[in-house]
């Protein structure tokens, strides 16, 4: 049809006998009180054939009233038409008397909940003065369905108020009504497209005395071409985005599917697009709507509120809030239940690190780390601070501290930051701190690639005194060779490095257990996790509101690790006793570990060197391969006849709690087949009856409300019945007759819409205490801004990528804060 459909002109029909409107029943035939009503549509040549006016129009048998000034005077003659709305309660703009130009229907609105009418169920005549209606809900339900069938859209373009508030004058016309009003700031050469044409259509309504709305005046005629009725979904008055879509976009949001993939879901659903009655900017809208609802403005003030409910949720959750003087944020601390009780089972090893920052405000996400039973990581806790300095890492150490009960970990490792090992000697005076090594050997070529002979054996030689090394001593000859062969006595980076050696080098750090862990890799990788759910842009509560979000991740990760273990058994390699100990004792994950230092047994050659009593020294040869590249490295190991134990200067078992290869070659040598207990760390084993696993996380999830738990109780029933009776036609009927019965029952209770259902819990008590002022922004480590002066041609291309579009999530009343700036 396309271009010839929006030139149809509707015309009103000539009958007179029937009623202006003609509603079919649930099952497709018309009701028994009405008549099948057909409006032709023919084409016309020119715009005089598409001006409707209102002489030609026949009288049908309605209520008529008089003429009359005043509308108090009307009287009414014969009984009246009753007109029953569809859909939910039209929401307009209130105010005394509104200017028809600012006065307009907005897709918000529509979406919040409009008068709806199904298409091809309902067929109105043209309005004319006389008609009476029982409420204003029934003007607009029928003026947008005969403006929907005639192809315009519609807006209240004046309502009058009594002294009480109550509407007594309502005016609603066509959209297109009204002048286009450029801004005053706006381009000339580039002016937008308006729907404006002045157009005059409208009706008027008053409220007489006798309680009832009475079209005063009408005016049908359009000054403009209307669209086919086909194509009255895509006016924005006649849009409508209905709850069960609403909830579909919001699940799908809240999973993690993109926009256009959402909307096109409901396409499918739908059988196309010409079957919605919206489109994908308006789902974008909504879920734009829904997000600030649920996240609140993000600064703050909307953090705090949402600590409060999570507290309400979960005794067991513990947040922290720091702010300075003047009530602005400094740092966040919280953890929940879950992440508490874990910290019992694996809290030996804490991994700590700043260098994600996340948020909008420039605040580093420090999250604490630790390593669980499969050798996954896990959460301890999180901060955002706004500063690293001592101070602040003083603050969340100790309010971390204090949730763990005062229990510190035995070690911990972070990156080489001086405020961070200050406030460690603080908090934590017993726990071994270790520096990230990644972080150390990342910056050699930074430190020391301007060197002639960098990679020329400078950096070979530097990576062999830190891992082949097997005593202090070695370390202590290696390092002062290296310093003499390269000429490197003078170099300041090198000499601080050897005056920290205890805290980096790894021959120093054999002696603990560090759970496989030599860098802050755990929180980077945890960071990473985090990175398909925040990004630059986050505020502060939706960073919380996130976070929650991805812990579900890893908490089903887990759950299906301890699954695995439980129901599968990884086969052995070898024939050895004390495989099969391991593999019955250990997870899967960590018994995959084992097996590695199984196979390494065919690299490896022992030979006995001394005795001293009980005590047997062993001279291992193992063949290592790296890079393609092959090495030999000698290892001593120390068996104890009398006590069974076996020991070696690799350290493998110290630092990660499982037995090496070359202590196993020494007992099959001997001939030991069972290990004693003392080789089996209780953290590593599969049947570790873990309480934490039954404590649910505190998610601020809608699913705890009452409304939706019932809506959901409602869909999953509807559903079941929908897939016993779909191939019954009689049955359906049947079923959508008791529905249609049911819902009339229904009729003038409120139904909240989904998307209220994600506001907060109204129960939850409101602070009436000092507002909290959202942070300041901070910049972090490292070298200060370039000030170099930019030329124009940079200027204008910086200017040209800055994005215009509004942030819904953004804290409005935090915007262009700066540090030093007053509240």
Aim: with cysteine; hydrophobic share 30%; proline share 4%.
């Amino acid at each position: 049809m396309g271009e010839e459909e929006d030139r149809m002109a509707p015309r009103p029909s000539t009958s007179t006998s029937q009623p202006f409107y003609t509603q079919q029943n649930e099952f497709g035939s018309p009701n028994l009180d009405h008549h099948t009503h057909h409006m032709p549509y023919p084409l016309a040549s020119n715009l005089e054939d598409f001006i409707r006016v209102e002489d030609s129009l026949p009288m049908p048998t309605y209520t008529h009233y008089p003429s009359s000034s005043n509308p108090d005077d009307l009287r009414q003659e014969t009984p009246t038409a009753s007109i029953t709305p569809n859909g939910d309660e039209f929401e307009e703009n209130v105010g005394s008397c509104h200017d028809a130009d600012e006065m307009f229907f907005d897709i918000n609105e529509d979406l919040e909940g409009t008068t709806v009418v199904p298409d091809d169920e309902v067929q109105v005549e043209p309005p004319r003065s006389g008609l009476e209606f029982d409420s204003e809900k029934e003007i607009v339900a029928y003026y947008k369905q005969y403006a929907k069938q005639e192809g315009f859209g519609v807006r209240t373009q004046r309502t009058k108020r009594d002294d009480d508030g109550k509407p007594v004058y309502l005016t609603i016309g066509c959209a297109r009504g009204g002048k286009y009003h450029p801004k005053p700031n706006s381009n000339m050469s580039k002016p937008r497209a308006t729907t404006k044409t002045g157009c005059k259509a409208k009706v008027n309504a008053a409220l007489n005395k006798n309680g009832k709305w009475v079209f005063t005046t009408t005016e049908n005629s359009h000054n403009h071409i209307t669209v086919s009725p086909k194509k009255s979904r895509l006016l924005r008055s006649h849009k409508h985005l209905d709850q069960y879509s609403q909830r579909i976009l919001e699940l799908n949001d809240r999973a993690g599917i993109r926009m256009n993939k959402n909307f096109y879901s409901l396409v499918v659903d739908a059988g196309g697009y010409e079957n919605l009655a919206f489109q994908e900017k308006d789902c974008r809208n909504y879920i734009d709507k829904a997000r600030y609802l649920r996240l609140g403005k993000g600064g703050s003030d909307a953090l705090n509120e949402y600590f409060k409910r999570m507290r309400d949720q979960n005794d067991g959750f513990v947040s922290n809030m720091d702010v300075d003087d003047e009530g602005r944020l400094r740092n966040v601390f919280w953890a929940d239940a879950r992440s508490r009780a874990a910290y019992e089972y694996f809290g030996d090893v804490v991994s700590f690190d700043t260098t994600y920052l996340t948020n909008r405000y420039g605040m580093p996400f420090a999250p604490f780390v630790g390593v669980n039973h499969h050798g996954q990581s896990i959460l301890f806790g999180a901060g955002l601070l706004s500063s690293e300095d001592t101070h602040s890492f003083v603050w969340l150490f100790r309010m971390w501290l204090d949730c763990m009960k005062g229990r510190a970990p035995r070690s911990i490792i972070t990156d080489q930051d001086r405020a961070m090992k200050n406030a460690i000697a603080v908090v934590f005076p017993e726990t071994r701190h270790r520096y990230c090594l990644w972080h150390i050997m990342r910056k050699l070529p930074e430190k020391l690639g301007s060197h002639s002979k960098f990679n020329l054996g400078l950096k070979t030689d530097i990576q062999s005194a830190l891992y082949d090394s097997q005593t202090t001593t070695e370390f202590e000859e290696s390092w002062g060779q290296l310093l003499e062969k390269y000429d490197l006595h003078g170099n300041n980076w090198l000499q601080s490095l050897y005056e920290e050696r205890s805290f980096w080098v790894p021959v120093f750090l054999k002696s603990v257990f560090w759970a496989g862990m030599s860098t802050t890799q755990r929180s980077e990788s945890m960071n990473a996790f985090f990175d398909g759910y925040v990004h630059a842009g986050t505020t502060l509560k939706e960073f919380v509101d996130q976070f929650d979000n991805a812990l579900r991740k890893k908490v089903e990760v887990e759950t299906t690790a301890d699954f695995n273990s439980l129901n599968q058994t990884i086969p052995c390699v070898s024939p050895f006793n004390i495989e099969k100990q391991f593999q019955s004792l250990y997870t899967n994950a960590k018994f995959k570990e084992v097996q590695k230092e199984f196979m390494g047994l065919m690299c490896c050659n022992c030979w006995l060197v001394s005795t001293q009593g009980c005590i047997l020294t062993f001279d291992v040869l193992d063949e290592i391969s790296f890079d393609e590249q092959t090495k030999r490295v000698h290892y001593s190991v120390y068996y104890n006849e009398d006590e069974c134990e076996v020991k070696c200067t690799c350290g493998l078992f110290e630092m990660r709690g499982i037995i090496c290869r070359h202590a196993l070659r020494v007992c099959q040598l001997k001939n030991i087949n069972m290990l004693p207990k003392e080789y089996f760390l209780d953290r590593w084993r599969k049947d570790l009856k873990r309480h934490y696993t039954l404590i649910r996380s505190s998610y601020d999830d809608v699913r705890g409300r009452s409304d939706t738990r019932n809506y959901e109780l409602m869909i999953q029933r509807c559903s079941k019945v929908a897939a016993k009776i779909s191939s019954n036609t009689d049955k359906v009927h049947a079923f959508l007759h008791y529905v249609d019965e049911f819902d009339k029952t229904c009729e003038g209770s409120t139904c909240q819409s989904t998307i209220q259902s994600t506001m907060a819990n109204p129960a939850v008590a409101l602070d009436k205490g000092k507002k909290i002022l959202s942070p300041n922004v901070v910049r972090g480590k490292g070298r200060p801004p370039n000030k170099r002066k930019a030329p124009p041609v940079e200027k204008l291309a910086t200017k040209r990528k800055k994005q215009t579009c509004r942030k819904l999530l953004v804290d409005e009343s935090a915007v262009g804060e700066r540090p030093g700036s007053q509240p």
